[in-house]
């Protein structure tokens, strides 16, 4: 499903984030990905979301190349994927429900049916009471439950998550851990990025270390 | 948690709207996030409104009063007139003849024949000639034709000229006189108001393309975030451009809207003292107010003014935010 060739990254600064990276997913795999901080995780997951582009090797996802689509594909792209960032990047003007819409508002779909999916993804992280609150009227923890309802309301066939229990209290943490399992358990790929190491081995999954390159 | 019957995820996402009916539903959404912005921070709207309404009110009673100047020249109203004296040698008979060829032109619309008697009796009735006149052998006075042209066939002062020296290169025709110098002279002047006002048109424009650019541009700076969110999840550029473009299509609308009533009451304002003078002159002039191809042409304007300033801003910012990294 994802696959990584030989893949390095270096930024312009002359930092090198990911050294011949080589790693193989399948379809409906759970993965975690740890390692100290500055040793890859985000660079990793945005190589996958084409928030970044690799300085040499290949990514493919679903076996096509990255670097075979062109800059008018990758937002139909991006829409297969759910990507939660650890800061969510709510949109403080608007209700929760408008927030979580605008997965659905981009690819076009009808009020009525929109209304049932933010509704479903709402209820699923447990916010379905706040979704006329705002943002700002929302705990640290909740508003990143917004961000993975906003980022599995589309229903992607991959979910990748930065650090999404980094600011969370240790139970939080956990809750939204299961959740992650129950969408994997529902189908998708799901990829997370986290350096809480008790969390990980807690959920008896794959998991990849990065080192820091030397 | 109990409608949980979620089919595994595949390509085909569930019952997917068909790509008419989910174009349809972007318009609309993004048609109404468009007004809503507008809707919501009124004083910036109305600021920007009055600011393309000042812009573009200027040039359209510029060319509103131009207008009204060049009707001053129409066929209509005051008839301007070309005097023919006929050499002396020529007799009632060819100076009629001339008439009825005179007729046939184009240019022309009526021919009057005052012959040499005509005229003596008109001199006479003029207090203090007849006895100057009863002195003289012969009748010093030549036949006269006055001639009414048809200004829609001579609107060029060239037309004119070329017209008055075929009139004066006939075999009869002693001298001509033309009363419509003052026409020329007004063509002119308004020729160069013509220009003068293209001018001002286009400054005007160009400054309501920078008013509604910067007014996006600034709308844009506030929603970098939603702009960035919207692309991570993938939006299309198309997608992130529309409700902007709309917002300036919006501004240049309703401005076109509001400077079109300022013009009017500037308008009813003027309709007043403009009559009293045209009485003092005896003239039947009125004032004209904006017709509807004008109204239209105004509106249509202003509106793809606002667009395409929308359109410079935001498409210039999403060129430059191209590469996309994480906040």
């Known amino acids: 499903m994802i696959e990584f ?13 990911l050294y011949n990276v080589n790693l193989k997913m399948r379809a409906g795999e759970m993965i975690f990905i740890t390692g100290h901080s500055g040793a890859g995780k985000s660079t990793l997951l945005k190589l996958i979301a084409l928030l970044e582009r690799p300085s040499k090797g290949q990514v493919s996802v679903g076996g096509k190349p990255l670097n075979k689509l062109t800059r008018s594909q990758i ?11 650890q800061d969510p990047h709510l949109l403080y003007d608007r209700s929760i429900f408008d927030n979580v819409a605008i997965p659905l508002l981009i690819s076009g779909m009808g009020t ?19 979704e006329k609150h705002f943002p700002l009227m929302l705990s640290a923890g909740e508003r990143q439950r917004v961000g993975i309802a906003r980022a599995v309301v589309n229903r992607p066939t991959v979910i990748l998550a930065d650090e999404p229990t980094g600011n969370l209290d240790p139970e939080l943490a956990q809750d939204i851990m299961y959740t992650f399992a129950q969408f994997n358990e529902l189908g998708a790929t799901v990829l997370i990025a986290s350096h809480d190491h008790a969390l990980v081995e807690r959920m008896q999954k794959r998991t990849i270390m990065l080192r820091k390159v030397e | 948690m109990a409608n949980r019957q979620r089919k595994p995820r595949s390509r085909s ?7 008419i009916r989910a174009w349809f539903h972007q318009q609309r959404n993004a048609v109404r996030f468009s007004l809503n912005r507008l809707w919501f921070n009124p004083v910036s709207t109305w600021i920007t409104l009055a600011a393309i309404a000042i812009a573009l009110s200027l040039p359209t009673s510029l060319h509103l009063l131009l207008n009204n100047m060049q009707t001053l020249t129409d066929d209509k109203r005051e008839v301007p007139t070309i005097t023919l004296f006929m050499k002396q040698n020529v007799n009632e ?7 009825e060829l005179l007729k046939e032109l184009p240019e022309v619309s009526a021919v009057q024949v005052i012959t040499r008697e005509e005229a003596m009796e008109d001199f006479k009735q003029i207090g203090g000639f007849a006895e100057t006149l009863e002195t003289l052998p012969e009748n010093p006075l030549p036949h006269v034709l006055i001639l009414t042209p048809k200004l829609s066939f001579l609107n060029t002062n060239e037309a004119l000229t070329k017209f008055s020296d075929k009139l004066k290169a006939y075999r009869e025709v002693g001298n001509i006189q033309v009363d419509i110098e003052w026409i020329k002279k007004l063509r002119s002047i308004l020729n160069i108001a013509d220009r003068i006002v293209l001018v001002v048109s286009v400054l005007l424009g160009l400054t309501m393309l920078l008013v509604i650019g910067n007014t996006i541009r ?12 919207t692309r991570l999840i993938g939006a299309t550029n198309t997608y992130i451009r529309r409700p902007f473009i709309l917002g300036g299509f919006w501004l240049g609308l309703f ?11 500037a308008l009813l304002f003027l309709i007043a003292p403009v009559n009293d003078l045209a009485r003092e002159y005896g003239s039947n002039f009125t004032l004209h107010g904006i017709n509807f191809t004008m109204t239209l042409q105004i509106l249509v304007l202003s509106s793809v003014l606002g667009t395409v300033g929308a359109w410079l801003a935001v498409s210039q910012y999403l060129w430059k935010s191209e590469v996309v990294s994480e906040n």
């Not at chain 2, 008979?93 to 008439?99: G, I, L, M, Y």
């Open chain 1, 112 to 130: 009525a049916e929109i209304k049932r999916r933010v509704h479903a993804a709402l209820d699923k992280v447990g916010l379905i009471h706040k």
């Open chain 2, 255 to 265: 401005g076109g809207v509001i400077s079109l009533v300022i013009v009017h009451f």
């Open chain 2, 93 to 99: 008979q060819q100076t009629k003849d001339r008439a």
């Open chain 1, 5 to 17: 060739k030989e893949v390095t990254k270096r930024y312009s600064t002359g930092q090198i984030a």
């Open chain 2, 218 to 229: 600034l709308d844009i700076q506030n929603r970098k975030e939603e702009i960035t969110v």
């Open chain 2, 13 to 19: 996402q569930t019952k997917r709207t068909g790509p």
């Open chain 1, 75 to 85: 937002p139909a792209y991006r829409r297969r994927i759910g990507f939660i960032f």
